[in-house]
């Protein structure tokens, strides 16, 4: 049966994952969707992202952050399983539990159970058992998949350099560049929050599947397990624009804390090392909603949480988007 599309053109600016589950979302209901990306769909901050979904290593006092968060992870996993069953792809997603290594850590753990992080001590160490990991690229392809069954438009390779909304609505998901791009509304400007790209660098390894069960942190070191064997390591923070050259000296350094922190990696080695962009809002706080006057939507800053923040994002803007195109957008 022929899809029967509803209402103008919906316009979303990134191919990553949120900008892409936003695309899905309004095709699902029905609506007519362009997806453009600068890139090849998907190799942004999706592609690099080491997929943990981890509240409790983030967050220790309530914020918008927190709240979005927990919402968030309450999502994930029927939105796994709906899109799994979708396409027949398999994402490789768990709720398996983290390890956080560090000082002061039962005092975290009475701050941080009141907000509704799950917490136990174990010994010296603290123990998240609702902290989950997912490998990102699994849930993009699902994504993709699903937007081109669906009929979404998808155009690659296509810098956005001007957006406008007088054709009708505007998602803009393009991650760390999306606060740079010049937006218009009625032929006015239109502020949006900037965004800075804060460069990370991770590492990887090849391991034995199932060595690793949980994730283990300590301060702003992690590591993680994929179900395949493949071990990420990371991160770094760095305000460095857009050079995405990975820089061996960091990976050095990168390794040295990886292998303090879990020794089971020494003698292993290195087999990828890349570098992503966290895209950081001037407002210290993702911006998630209607530009107020416009048809104009943002669905970016997630900074560290893309990945977690993804089903909420989704709905909070798919759904809004629908309801005012209900009222005649």
Not at 104 to 126: N, V
Not at 191 to 214: C, F, N, Q, V
Not at 296 to 303: E, K, R
Not at 307 to 322: F, N, Q, Y
Request: glycine share 12%.
């Amino acid at each position: 049966m022929p899809v029967r599309y509803i209402g103008r053109m919906i316009v979303v600016v990134g191919a990553g994952i949120i900008g892409t589950s936003i695309a899905r979302r309004l095709a699902l209901a029905g609506r007519r969707v362009r997806l453009i990306d600068a890139h090849e769909a998907g190799r942004g901050a999706t592609h690099a992202a080491a997929g943990m979904l981890a509240p409790g290593g983030e967050f220790e006092t309530d914020s918008v952050w927190l709240r979005l968060a927990m919402r968030s992870l309450a999502l994930y996993p029927a939105w796994i399983r709906e899109l799994s069953e979708e396409t027949g792809l398999e994402i490789d997603y768990r709720v398996c539990g983290a390890v956080q290594y560090g000082e002061d850590l039962a005092e975290r753990c009475q701050r941080q159970r009141p907000l509704g992080i799950a917490c136990e001590m174990r010994g010296d160490t603290a123990f998240y058992p609702g902290d989950g990991v997912v490998d990102p690229r699994d849930v993009f392809r699902a994504l993709i998949a699903s937007c081109r069954r669906l009929g979404v438009e998808v155009v690659e390779g296509q810098p956005v350099e001007r957006i406008d909304d007088s054709d009708g609505p505007v998602v803009i998901a393009a991650g760390a560049w999306s606060g740079s791009i010049p937006a218009f509304s009625g032929g006015r400007r239109v502020a949006l929050p900037r965004t800075t790209p804060m460069k990370g660098h991770l590492i990887g390894y090849s391991l034995e599947p199932g060595l690793l069960p949980h994730i283990v942190r300590s301060g702003h070191t992690y590591i993680v397990q994929r179900a395949s064997g493949f071990t990420i390591a990371g991160s770094t923070s760095e305000d460095r624009g857009f050079d995405a050259s990975v820089d061996p000296a960091v990976c050095a350094r990168l390794r040295e804390r990886a292998e303090r922190l879990w020794p089971e990696l020494r003698g292993h080695e290195l087999v990828d090392a890349w570098t992503g962009f966290r895209p950081l809002c001037e407002t210290g706080e993702p911006a998630i909603g209607r530009v107020e006057g416009t048809q104009i939507w943002t669905a970016y800053g997630h900074y560290r949480n893309g990945i977690l923040l993804a089903p909420v994002t989704e709905d909070a803007v798919s759904e809004g988007i629908l309801a005012a195109c209900d009222r005649g957008c």
